[in-house]
C-alpha cells in the first residue's frame, strides 16, 4: 500500500473507534504455543507497521505501529497470522505500547 492509498482509507475512516494490538492475548497466545518468532502488524500494511515482538523466548522490541482506526493488529507466530486486537477506549492503549506490565506477567517476565 503507498502513502496516497493509507491517507485516503485513513480520511474514509475518521469516526470509526481505535483499534490497538492486544497485547496480554498475544501473551497468552505466544506462552500457549511457543513460538520461535512472533511479529506483529496491521493487516495490509505490515511493510510500514509491522516487526519482531518475541524472539527465542524473549520479548523483541523491534519498531512497529500497532493502533488504527481502518486496520487490523494482527499477531504472526511461526507463519501463522491471527487477528488480536482491542479498542483503544477499553485498554488505555495506543500505538506507542509496546509489552505493558500485565503482558509480560502473563509470561511470567518481569518489567525492567
Known amino acids: 500500500m503507498n502513502s496516497l492509498q493509507a491517507f485516503a482509507i485513513n480520511e474514509a475512516s475518521q469516526g470509526n ?7 496480554n492475548k498475544a501473551a497468552e497466545l505466544i506462552r500457549d504455543n ?3 518468532l512472533a ?8 511493510e510500514w507497521t509491522g516487526g519482531d515482538i518475541w524472539e527465542d523466548g524473549k520479548p523483541s522490541d523491534d519498531y ?3 493502533a488504527s482506526n481502518w486496520a487490523t493488529p494482527e499477531l504472526e507466530m511461526d507463519g501463522e497470522i491471527c487477528e ?3 479498542y483503544c477506549d477499553e485498554c488505555g492503549w495506543n500505538s506507542e505500547t509496546k509489552w505493558p506490565e500485565s503482558a509480560l506477567k502473563i509470561l511470567g517476565i518481569k518489567k525492567k
Not at 17 to 23: I, M, P, Q, S, T
Not at 39 to 46: I, K, N, T, Y
Open 17 to 23: 473507534r481505535a483499534r490497538v494490538f492486544d497485547w
Open 34 to 36: 511457543k513460538p520461535k
Open 39 to 46: 511479529r506483529a502488524g496491521l493487516e495490509s500494511d505490515w
Open 64 to 66: 512497529t505501529f500497532l
Open 84 to 86: 488480536c486486537w482491542k
